[in-house]
């Protein structure tokens, strides 16, 4: 028996002996023999003279304030909070405590399953789903749901002006809301406006907005469409205006994903498809789960008994130990074997292991323990405590208190609760979720060109990763990227090292286009994959005699530059003894890609300088980070020599001529780019994100310009950056 405890001391070992005794289904009981009484072993708090506290509060709203005012006192005498924890049964039990925390500016850690689907946010977001596809199938179908988009907080648009236009045309017959918007002048002369064009201007871009989802149902695929809806509606700006935007987003992305998953089993899905699959989950109460995260690295901790297992901390407060949450066994979901296959489990066995659940929650901490409860609830009803708070009664050990605060204790507390949340100007970092992301970070190259070029684009793309619709391009390409690797490693796998005929190639790309089909329109996938049985047999006859069989595809590599981790995957690594050279396949025109493989430009910059000229093309700087990359891996004594890019497409119209452009890398094009993985991972970690490239066509520039501070543009900007994202 192990019966050395170095954690707690020795009235909370003993506290929790004296509960646990009363289990009768124990390998340490009177029959066996065995004795499993603990004894404090840690001499900085084996001898410590500090009672755990049974504490009963006159009500819920007292327990929760008196609570909280004692973390803040602890808070203000310097005390680290990560060493409180907070326990509780269920997560209900400690929103009011946690969020009355949270307001008075006390940083606290919470991690709880959430189900999106009862998400205010994501409900309005499948409302917009929902009127949309109505409309697109049956014109004012959905009449009744325009009322209450019109009040979404993303479209900005006063209660009071949507109430004037109500009451404008409510006597007019034979009317309809979606027609009546599209009336609506951006500068209304009207009498209805004439005070405030701000509000008639939101609506009709608004109105604009719906007809171009409605109009764009058929066109596009449902991934497209719910993107479209999220940046060209507002969506995004708003959550990143929001104090929780960082949730939000998670938020925001669980549902997009969810989206691409249905997409992906059901290629084609439409919108109505969707919507009944939301329904279904609805009625049979199927949740879309994440794990809400409120993280701070010196925060007090929130968390459910069942997950403290394994924890510890120096002060343990017990929370809200009635019999409803801890005696009685909670709703069970799943299936069980039938009462006649197995023997039920009688009620004793269901309470001896709630109450070990309570051992556990005691023996969480190391010097202070305070259990408490509630005689009333919030509406003045009684609440009874738990049957194991009553066995710890009797206990000698323990300091009793009773706890009724004054009214004007609990002021402050009532005022805090009421008030909004303040809606802050659009800050693009949240520093702590940040460092979060970044505890891990390791650099691709893909992440280099996207923060050489803008900042904005890293944040948002790469670190914040936005939810973005699968782009018919690049899985066009990622189906020729597969196709060719299975290609070649058909030929690495036969006795003869021959390539296999190029109908298998052709079988494999047709398979890949299939699974990816949900990132096309029907028009677009036929035309790309007839494309690709066009081009992709012209460019292996073109090669197939003169192809290095000593290969390496798919190579994915880990390494570091100093301080700085590093990865990447490479297509091909063609060897000649220890020498290799690199390949990488690229789908798009030769033609469009010239101005990529050059080297940034020596000596003073033009007058005009672009990306290229200041920090070098992004196929250049991959073939060098590719260098790096591999003579940083440590566990393959390999020499790169070169990289070359090879063009699938051809570039003439009877697919003769293919381009390879190589590229040879010198000691000079090494030191340029160490020094920019080095200096851009240090202003990642650095979060200097806040300033963008600044350039016209940049996506995330206009965002931010546009969307994120809306109040500084015109409704003409606003046009013009509806163009450039379409763009």
Request: net charge negative; glycine share 4%.
């Amino acid at each position: 028996m192990l019966t050395e405890n170095y954690r707690s001391t020795q009235h909370i070992l003993d506290l929790a002996q004296h509960l646990i005794s009363n289990n009768t289904e124990r390998l340490a009981n009177q029959s066996s023999g065995l004795n499993k009484n603990l004894i404090a072993s840690n001499e900085k708090y084996a001898r410590l003279e500090v009672l755990p506290v049974l504490r009963e509060y006159y009500n819920s709203i007292h327990e929760t304030v008196h609570i909280a005012s004692e973390i803040e006192a602890r808070y203000k005498n310097g005390e680290d909070l990560s060493e409180i924890a907070v326990l509780y049964r269920n997560h209900r039990q400690a929103e009011e405590i946690s969020q009355y925390l949270e307001q008075k500016s006390i940083p606290v850690n919470i991690r709880k399953k959430s189900d999106i689907l009862n998400s205010l946010f994501v409900q309005k977001l499948l409302t917009i789903l929902e009127y949309v596809s109505g409309e697109a199938y049956m014109p004012h179908s959905r009449e009744d749901l325009l009322f209450e988009i019109l009040h979404y907080d993303f479209f900005q648009i006063p209660a009071l002006d949507i109430a004037r236009f109500a009451a404008d045309i409510r006597d007019k017959r034979n009317t309809f809301w979606r027609e009546e918007l599209k009336k609506i002048k951006p500068k209304p002369q009207n009498d209805l406006f004439k005070t405030q064009p701000e509000a008639a201007a939101a609506m009709r871009r608004l109105s604009d907005d719906l007809e171009y989802w409605i109009q764009h149902v058929h066109n596009i695929t449902l991934q497209q469409l719910f993107e479209k809806i999220v940046t060209r509606g507002g969506v995004l700006g708003y959550v990143m205006r929001d104090k929780e935007k960082v949730w939000l987003m998670q938020e925001l992305t669980t549902l997009f994903d969810f989206i691409k998953d249905e997409s992906t089993k059901h290629p084609g899905i439409s919108i109505r498809d969707f919507l009944a699959t939301i329904n279904l989950m609805r009625d049979y109460e199927i949740s879309l789960d994440i794990n809400k995260i409120t993280y701070a690295v010196k925060g007090v901790n929130f968390i459910t008994a069942h997950s403290s297992k394994g924890l510890e901390f120096e002060t343990v407060y017990l929370l809200a130990c009635q019999l409803k949450e801890w005696d009685k066994p909670g709703i069970k979901r799943g299936y069980a074997l039938p009462d006649n296959l197995l023997e039920s489990k009688a009620d004793g066995s269901e309470t001896e292991e709630a109450r070990r659940l309570f051992y556990v929650a005691l023996t969480r901490a190391k010097k202070e323990l305070i259990i408490s409860w509630s005689n009333l609830n919030k509406e003045q009803k009684e609440i009874e405590k738990s049957r194991f708070v009553a066995e710890l009664e009797n206990f000698e050990q323990v300091e009793k208190q009773q706890i009724s605060l004054p009214d004007e204790a609990l002021l402050e507390y009532n005022l805090l609760m009421m008030q909004e949340g303040s809606s802050k100007t659009m800050e693009l970092i949240d520093k702590v979720w940040i460092d979060k992301q970044l505890e891990s970070y390791s650099m691709s190259v893909t992440h280099l060109n996207n923060y050489l070029k803008c900042p904005l684009t890293f944040y948002f793309q790469n670190l914040l990763r936005v939810p973005a619709a699968k782009n018919a391009s690049m899985s066009f390409g990622s189906a020729v990227h597969d196709a060719l690797d299975r290609y070649f490693k058909k030929m690495l796998d036969s006795e003869t090292k021959t390539f296999p005929p190029v109908e298998d190639l052709m079988r494999d790309f047709d398979y890949f286009m299939y699974r990816s089909q949900d990132s096309f329109t029907k028009e677009e996938y036929e035309r790309r994959r007839q494309y690709g049985d066009k081009i992709l047999p012209k460019y292996v006859g073109h090669y197939l005699a003169s192809w290095n069989k000593v290969v390496s595809t798919e190579r994915s590599i880990r390494a570091g530059l100093n301080h700085v981790p590093i990865n990447g995957k490479i297509d091909k690594i063609e060897f000649n003894g220890r020498l290799c050279h690199v390949v990488d396949y690229k789908t798009g025109q030769f033609k469009n890609a010239k101005k990529k493989l050059n080297p940034p430009v020596k000596g003073q910059l033009p007058e005009n300088a672009t990306y290229e000229d200041k920090f070098g093309g992004d196929y250049w700087r991959q073939a060098v980070f590719y260098k790096i990359l591999m003579d940083a891996e440590q566990s393959k004594q390999w020499e790169m020599v070169s990289a070359e890019f090879d063009f699938i497409e051809p570039t003439d119209k009877e697919g003769k001529i293919f381009e390879k452009a190589r590229i040879e890398i010198t000691a000079e094009d090494l030191t340029i780019v160490k020094g920019q993985i080095m200096d851009t991972y240090d202003r990642i970690q650095n979060k200097e994100f806040d300033k963008g490239c600044g350039e016209p066509d940049c996506k995330w520039c206009t965002f931010v310009k546009h969307y994120i501070h809306p109040g500084e543009t015109t409704d003409e900007d606003l046009l013009k950056a509806d163009e450039d994202w379409e763009a």
